[in-house]
């Protein structure tokens, strides 16, 4: 019998952890954490993004600042942007919305961003940190991810982890989460030869590719656990849009031990994840000890 593996029901419960370790703070430190969004243009999902975000940071005690910038801000404002933000000692955390609009050099802001306060993980100092095992801010997605691997399965050690899709902000980081955890690690890809049947081989399926249910269940080992990161919006048989993963969820269901369901279980987690980033960023940079309930 598979189990449904409720990110949406952990991520609650991680953010009433954050919010306590907020309060920890505040009472023991006299300090209140701060996350600033930028936002430059009018992506809707995006936007709507944006808008929960600034409502669960202050659902949890931290302060939101929120800066909505148009469609044609330039590079050098923005830029100039973060450098105030980056000076302010209010901000703990500074998240700069992606995808930027097309004229801004992504990486040129995210690598602008003070790495103590790169609270999506994707400076480059901190993916390299990521890698060779230091202290660093790790990116959200794949943190919600292996929170709900340990939470399922416990200890990963040895277990064979096939991610399916390799970028920066989700494929890659998460591999490297996966083998710091004691996983044999297989990324596979677009080019990838025989996807089923090394996806066959997984006891841990990690789906990030945004191909609407491109994973069968009989590419699915028997007692697997599959963690569902693509979310695409596609039309149900009803006429109806609605949300899917990279996974054939009820196919999955058969013969998984575990599967995450689209909409409510790695989506939820992200959010929660940038919010506990913001908590360690400030204990980090006011040299305190980050409260337990979140580590
Ligand atoms: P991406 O487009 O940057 O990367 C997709 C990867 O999938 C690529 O590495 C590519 O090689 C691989 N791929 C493409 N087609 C393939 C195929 N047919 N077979 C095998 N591999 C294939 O995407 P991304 O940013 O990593 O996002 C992936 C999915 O996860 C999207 O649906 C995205 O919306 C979703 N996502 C969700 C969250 C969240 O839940 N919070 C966060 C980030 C991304």
Redesign the pocket.
Known sequence: MSTVIDGKAFAAGLRERVAQAVKIIGSQNGIKPGLAVVLAGEDPASQVYVRNKGKQTAEVGMNSFEHKLPMDTSERELLALVARLNNDAAVNGILVQLPLPTHIDESKVINSIRVDKDVDGFHVENVGKLFIGEDSLVP??PA?CLMLLKDHIGDLTGKNAVI????????KPVSVLLLREHCTVTI?????RD?PAVCRQADIVV?????PE?VKGDWIKSGAVVID????RVKGKDGKSKLV??VDYAAAMEVADGVTP?PG???????ACLLRNAVIATCRQHGIEIPSVIT
């Not at 596979?188 to 990838?192: E, M, P, Q, Y």
């Not at 789906?207 to 191909?211: Q, W």
């Open positions: 959200c997605t919600g399916v899709g390799r970028s920066n902000i989700v494929g596979a890809h677009s080019r990838t996807l789906a990030a590719v945004g191909v491109l990161v693509g979310i695409s993963g990279d689209v279980g790695v989506g939820p987690m992200t959010i």
